[in-house]
């Protein structure tokens, strides 16, 4: 559950913004600084005090404004907070796009959301809240198509509604009966198995749970 929030972003706009989808989501506290330090600083203070925020929004870049600062970005932020806090919660909101940056971020910064500055954005921070919430990192919807684009390996429906039922709990031997249930074919349990095997085989996955992983980061269950 997410109960308290910080939001670092220097652009008034964008915070209200934020501010505003916090309040819509009823989390219980969002404080927020326009600057790097102020952030660190609330958050130091709010860990010695015994009440840790649970996530920190941040951008990345932060425009220099002339006002001296220790912390000059939203990485350099994400670290020195990490170093304190390794538990926080991070979501980026940022106009930077391509995805393998975007990915390199979840890789090598331990990123737990990443939402865009564009069309919808307000929608998907409360799609990355909700993921959050229910402890799952949240891929952008643009990042999630490059990869469908990208990876030799290309999902069917079929491919993603067995994985998604094994992701929701399903054991394999159920799915048969939830196939003919909702009139999908194949749906006898030595296709299934056949169809994991492959996938599996294809992308060098050793088990299921590896290959459950890799759709949910990627954005297509």
């Known amino acids: 559950m997410i109960d308290k929030v910080i939001i670092a972003e220097d652009h008034e706009f964008a915070n209200l913004s934020v501010q505003k989808t916090m309040e819509d989501l009823k989390v219980k506290q969002y404080d927020y600084a326009f600057y790097c330090d102020d952030a660190f600083a609330k958050i130091q203070l709010a860990q010695k005090k015994g009440e840790p925020y649970d996530l920190l929004i941040t951008d990345?870049?932060?425009?220099?404004?002339?006002?001296?600062?220790?912390?000059?970005?939203?990485?350099?932020?994400?670290?020195?907070?990490?170093a304190i806090q390794?538990?926080?919660?991070v979501?980026?909101?940022?106009g930077q796009h391509r995805?393998?940056?975007?990915h390199n971020l979840f890789e090598h910064n331990e990123v737990d959301?990443?939402?865009?500055?564009?069309?919808?954005?307000?929608q998907e921070l409360k799609s990355a809240m909700h993921a959050?919430?229910?402890?799952?990192?949240?891929?952008?919807g643009s990042l999630a198509q490059?990869?469908?684009?990208?990876?030799?390996?290309?999902f069917t429906d079929f491919d993603i509604t067995i994985i998604r039922l094994l992701n929701e709990g399903y054991?394999?031997?159920?799915?048969p009966a939830y196939l003919k249930e909702h009139n999908i074919k194949p749906s006898s349990l030595s296709s299934i198995e056949k169809r994991l095997n492959q996938i599996r085989e294809e992308l060098g996955f050793l088990n299921n749970q590896q290959l459950m992983v890799f759709c949910s980061n990627a954005g297509l269950l």
Do not use: W
Request: charged share 25%; aromatic share 8%.
């Open 171 to 175: 054991q394999q031997n159920e799915i």
């Open 86 to 89: 390794p538990s926080i919660l």
């Open 60 to 82: 990345l870049s932060f425009e220099d404004d002339g006002t001296p600062q220790q912390i000059h970005d939203g990485i350099e932020l994400i670290r020195a907070v990490r």
């Open 132 to 140: 959050l919430s229910k402890g799952q990192r949240y891929y952008p």
């Open 91 to 94: 979501l980026i909101l940022s």
């Open 146 to 154: 490059q990869i469908k684009r990208s990876n030799t390996y290309e």
């Open 99 to 102: 995805p393998v940056d975007i």
């Open 113 to 122: 959301a990443y939402v865009r500055k564009a069309r919808h954005d307000v």
